[in-house]
Structures are given as C-alpha cells and as structure tokens.
C-alpha cells in the first residue's frame, strides 16, 4: 500500500447505528487530518493530530469521536448521526510544519458516507 | 481571516482548448503557502502544487502552469490543450505558515472543469 489509505470506501448506515472510518498512511508523516466534504460546502477541517495528540476541533458535534493510536493510523467513530452528516470524509496526512514551513497535505480517497 | 474565492463555479471546454481557473485569496500574514489541488471523480483530492508567499515566479509543468501575483492576490491555473482527463473539480487552499501546531488548509469552494470531446 502506498500513500494515504481509507477503509470503507462506501458507507451507509442508519441514525442509530455506530461504525468507524479507517485511514492509514504509509508516508511517514507525523500529522494526521479528517475533512468533511459535504454538497454544498467546501471542504471543512473537522480534526487534526500532531504526534497522535489532537490540536484542533472545529467545533464539531460529539457524535463524531476521532482516535489516533499512532502516526499512522487514524479512525472516526461514527454513532447516532443525522442524515445532513452524509458527505464524503477525507483523510489526510503531512510532516508537522518545521520552523513556519508548511508542509504539503496528502489526501486519501475519502469515504462516502450516506445517514438514512 | 484567511479566505480562498474560486469565483468560476463550473467551467466547460472542447478538448484542445486551453482554458484558465481563478483562484483570489485573503490573508493578513506575510507568509502563506498556496496549493492546488485536483479531485477526479473517484474522490481523492490529488495534489498538483504548493507555492510559498515569496516565491513569486510562475510554474510550468507539462500542460499546467500557473500565475501567482501578489499584487492582486491572486494564484491562477492554466491547462493548455486540454484532455478529457482533466476533467475533474479543481480546489485552490491556502495555509498560513505554521511553527507550532499542525497547519491549516483554507480552501475554496471548487471549479468543476468538464473538457469535452
């Protein structure tokens, strides 16, 4: 596997089931992001790992619970969400910024995800 | 607050033409990185560039090149004889620079590019 990995590539689920997302980067990167996609918005920053600790929240909604058990692997647990959370959730990963050099964010393939 | 505008919502071409996405951005800081980055129908965002707030000479890179201007804050992309390949939805981001933290991406709100043939 190369790159930036996200299991399932499709999901649907009803608004009292619980699942997870998967991501999983294989480019050595120390920061790890989830990005929401819906229709009609651009793409939202939802969370952000530095060295598996979260540094950012975009205020979103507890329903929506992320877990970093290392650089490399990121999940988003998924319970009780409502049907406008349907949207594609992307992941991505890059080197932290060193001395104000950002550093280029490398996406995976998303996951569709469809709350009926 | 930063803010990316992609103004062109949808664009559509005949193969062959070149055609050139805008891409106008707000920042307040004097160093920002600007990225491009292209998401075909199967839906992974593919990064094409970054470029850094002092680096202001264009990019070219085969077919794409690209236009950065500080004075109208603007990063635009050019495809030259375009393929139907290249049709994708096209997001301009930008970052401020970041030394602590993890960096944030501002993006704009896409401009689907159908190339026809």
């Known amino acids: 596997e190369t790159g930036v990995t996200q299991t399932p590539r499709h999901l649907v689920m009803g608004m009292t089931n619980k699942k997870s997302l998967k991501c999983e980067q294989h480019?050595?990167?120390?920061?790890m992001y989830w990005y929401k996609q819906s229709a009609k918005k651009p793409l939202e920053l939802m969370f952000v790992y530095n060295f598996k600790e979260q540094t950012e929240n975009n205020s979103v909604p507890s329903r929506f619970s992320p877990e970093c058990p290392n650089s490399s692997h990121l999940f988003l647990h998924l319970h009780t969400l409502q049907p406008e959370d349907s949207a594609l959730y992307l992941c991505?990963?890059?080197?932290?910024?060193?001395?104000?050099?950002?550093?280029?964010?490398?996406f995976g393939p998303g996951t569709r995800l469809t709350v009926l | 607050a930063q803010k990316v505008t992609q103004a062109q919502t949808e664009i559509s071409v005949v193969e062959k033409e070149d055609v050139t996405l805008d891409c106008v951005y707000e920042?307040?800081?004097?160093?920002?990185?600007l990225f491009w980055y292209k998401q075909p129908p199967s839906g992974e965002l593919v990064f094409l560039i970054r470029r850094n707030s002092f680096d202001e000479q264009n990019e070219i890179s085969g077919r794409y090149s690209w236009n950065f201007q500080k004075s109208t804050s603007s990063f635009n992309f050019t495809i030259t004889a375009s393929q139907v390949v290249d049709s994708a939805v096209y997001f301009c981001?930008?970052?401020?620079?970041?030394?602590?933290?993890?960096?944030?991406?501002?993006f704009g709100q896409g401009t689907r590019l159908t190339i026809n043939p």
């Open positions: 981001a930008l970052s401020e620079g970041q030394i602590q933290g993890a960096q944030k991406l501002v």
């Open positions: 480019l050595g990167h120390n920061a």
């Open positions: 991505a990963s890059s080197q932290l910024p060193l001395s104000g050099v950002t550093d280029t964010q490398y």
């Open positions: 920042t307040r800081d004097t160093t920002y990185y």
